[in-house]
């Protein structure tokens, strides 16, 4: 899925994914290939990193538009691409390394017109949600800091219980 998503050039790309994580030079090397993005990530268990969503607030790409879906345990969890006019991309692939590289997840490939106008439609009407929030927005500093909250306090339990040293760890 890297290889292919790097490969697209000149398109609008919206992406929505339930995680990310360590991926900020993918995503920006998805913008260096003349692309517009749109962005939509969920926060279910606090598991996307906030340095990902920190680096893309302060990250001045006149062509990105990060949402985070600060809904919680009711966050997307959706794993889905779509490619105007008419590739979809959908499977189990979050938006981390391990996701985009395919070595546990899996992904498909769809050409349809029709398809990708109907998740589209349901795209549009989801970002709409009053908890659902763009990075600039204003209200989206204050969910943040509440988020990083949330998503230390989880990372540490983890930790504390021996199963995972890391969200890296965990999300691999």
């Known amino acids: 899925l890297q290889t292919y998503l790097l490969s697209v050039h000149n398109k609008n790309i919206t992406l929505v994914t339930a995680f990310a994580s360590g991926t900020e030079n993918i995503l920006s090397n998805i913008?260096?290939?003349?692309?517009t993005v749109e962005m939509l990530v969920g926060t279910i268990n606090a598991f996307t990193s906030p340095k990902f969503i920190e680096y893309f607030m302060l990250y001045k790409h006149q062509e990105l538009t990060l949402r985070v879906d600060f809904r919680y345990q009711n966050s997307i969890h959706w794993k889905l691409c779509l490619i105007n006019?008419?590739?979809?991309?959908?499977?189990?692939a979050n938006f981390t390394i391990t996701g985009l590289e395919l070595t546990r997840d899996t992904c498909i490939l769809i050409e349809d017109e029709n398809l990708y106008n109907l998740y589209m439609a349901r795209y549009i009407i989801l970002i709409d949600e009053p908890r659902?929030?763009?990075a600039h927005e204003?209200?989206?500093?204050?969910?943040?800091i509440k988020y990083q909250k949330i998503h230390n306090r989880n990372q540490a339990a983890l930790a504390r219980s021996g199963k995972y040293e890391s969200l890296k760890e965990w999300l691999e």
């Open 138 to 144: 204003k209200g989206f500093k204050a969910e943040f």
């Open 31 to 35: 913008l260096e290939n003349n692309n």
């Open 132 to 134: 659902i929030k763009t």
């Open 85 to 92: 006019p008419n590739i979809i991309a959908i499977g189990s």
